[in-house]
Nanobody
């Protein structure tokens, strides 16, 4: 398994941008489909986006489509989440997750994942 460490969270005004990074340990990062999830206070954790280990295909939740972009750099063992046009409703703790050798669809259907990061707080002020 890989270990995941998020960075890049913070406080931003509505309409602003942030980029989250999730760095993975080990030599098997390229075999993991990577995803971002978020959990707002008093709400359940929800899927945000994911990127396939094999094809690089991506999928986005409707609420972030067109504003957020996921990407990965296998040479750096890192997955990124570029967040633009942020809204107060995007305020949450953002977690990266990893599932080995699965499709994005499989990752989305799972209730648990192989690896989780510790989370990064994103706060969007109005």
């Amino acid at each position: 398994q890989v270990q995941l460490v998020e960075s890049g969270g913070g406080l931003v005004q509505a309409g602003g941008s942030l980029r989250l990074s999730c760095a993975a340990s080990g030599r098997t990062f390229s075999t993991y489909t990577m995803g971002w999830f978020r959990q707002a206070p008093g709400r359940e954790r929800e899927f945000v986006t994911a990127i396939s280990w094999s094809t690089g295909s991506t999928y986005y939740a409707h609420s972030v489509k067109g504003r957020f972009t996921i990407s990965r750099d296998n040479a750096k063992n890192t997955v990124y989440l570029q967040m633009n046009s942020l809204k107060p409703d995007d305020t949450a703790v953002y977690y990266c997750a990893a599932d080995r050798w699965v499709t994005v669809a499989t990752m989305m259907s799972r209730s648990s994942h192989d690896c989780w990061g510790q989370g990064a707080q994103v706060t969007v002020s109005s």
